[in-house]
């Protein structure tokens, strides 16, 4: 439930009126991280940092690397390596965790024979922006669907680097 509780904190607000569905959207990413975790695929990981000084294991956060089917920019039938989830403990972030996240899932790609890896960040995450940048990640496409459209929420960011081996 620690991995679910700082996914959900970093990436919905405790603030305001939806505040009150915060236990409900932290029981929905514990599920689905559980079912994914679960699942049979061969190449899909989550991946944790733990902080063990001081003799405890805090968890100081988390990533998770798996493959995606053909998007509409890939050639049909191939899958691609994709980040998803990436999320630090609000005490861990700008102490290098993330960064540390990004290199494992950059070493695993590798290593599942991959050159490339891809994720999404939302426009207005200028700090997960600045990090994305300085670790190489290039902007592929910008997206926008109906709740940008709609609901005024921000444009999805789709990067790109090219790995070394």
Known sequence: MALAQIIAASFHS???????????????IYEDLRNRLHSPLPHQMCLVAVDTDGGGNNLAGTVEIGLRLTD??????????YLSNLAVHPSYRRQGAAKQLLLSCERTAVAWGFQDLYLHVLEDNV????LYRQMGYEVRKIESNW???????????????????
């Open 14 to 28: 405790l603030d305001g009126v939806w505040g009150w569905a915060f236990p409900l959207v932290r029981v929905s």
């Open 72 to 81: 509409n920019w890939t050639p049909r039938g191939k899958s691609f390596p």
């Open 127 to 130: 700090s997960a922006r600045r």
């Open 147 to 165: 709740t940008t459209l709609f609901l005024g929420r921000s444009r999805q960011m789709f990067l790109h680097k090219r790995l070394r081996e």
